[in-house]
Structure formats: C-alpha cells, structure tokens
C-alpha cells in the first residue's frame, strides 16, 4: 500500500519549535518531489514549502521564510519540516504531499498526500 504518513505534531507555546515528518511506504521517495501544506480553520489549504527530490532545490511561502526548513533523508524516506519560533497563525493541520515531477513549480495536483497532523500554537 502506497501512503505518506506524517508525525510530529502538537501543542506548542508561540515562540516554540516543532519538527515535522513524513514518511512514505510502499515507494521510495527518491524520485519525487514533496510539499507541506496546511489548513487553518475556515480556510483554504496553502503550501508552506517544497523541496525537489535531490534536495537541491527548496521553496518557502512567504509567511514562514526564515523560520521553517524542509530537508529530506531519502536513505530513511522521509521529509522533515523543522518550524521555529512558531506563531498562532501557523495553528492547522499539516499535509505532506508528493509528486513525481521532481523539482518545485506549480502543478495542478499532487500524486500522494498524508492524512495531515495537527499542528496549534497557543499560550
């Protein structure tokens, strides 16, 4: 069965840091590209970051550049999602997807998705 499963999730104070991970199974992740995505409460879903398979290449929404980092071990198969100095606007829940075009650009959809972690930021 091919699934993505992510982990990491929780409540932290604002100001806190979180990792996030995404394992696949029944694929190897070597060959795709993967995104974080998340979903606030009564809003759309938008994308926070992606990394491209070779790990070369990252991209940042713009709201968390400088304080989230994605990198990948394809050796564990898994994408990570380090969050520092979190905020309560980063409060949702956290998708990972992945494609196998392998770099980051737009793209209509997004071959596999996880179930989502729940990600809140409160004092």
């Known amino acids: 069965q091919l699934q993505l499963v992510e982990s990491g999730g929780g409540l932290v104070q604002p100001g806190g840091s979180l990792r996030l991970s995404c394992a696949a199974s029944?694929?190897?992740?070597?060959?795709?590209?993967i995104g974080w995505f998340r979903q606030a409460p009564g809003k759309e879903r938008e994308g926070v970051s992606c990394?491209?398979?070779?790990?070369?290449?990252?991209k940042y929404a713009d709201s968390v550049k400088g304080r989230f980092t994605i990198s990948r071990d394809n050796a564990k198969n898994t994408v990570y999602l380090q969050m520092n100095n979190l905020k309560p606007e980063d409060t949702g829940v956290y998708y990972c997807?992945?494609?196998?075009?392998?770099?980051?650009?737009?793209?209509?959809?997004?071959?596999?998705w996880g179930q989502g972690t729940q990600v809140t930021v409160s004092s």
């Open positions: 029944g694929f190897t992740l070597d060959y795709y590209a």
């Open positions: 990394i491209a398979n070779s790990g070369g290449s990252t």
């Open positions: 997807a992945a494609d196998h075009i392998r770099i980051c650009v737009s793209r209509r959809s997004w071959d596999y």
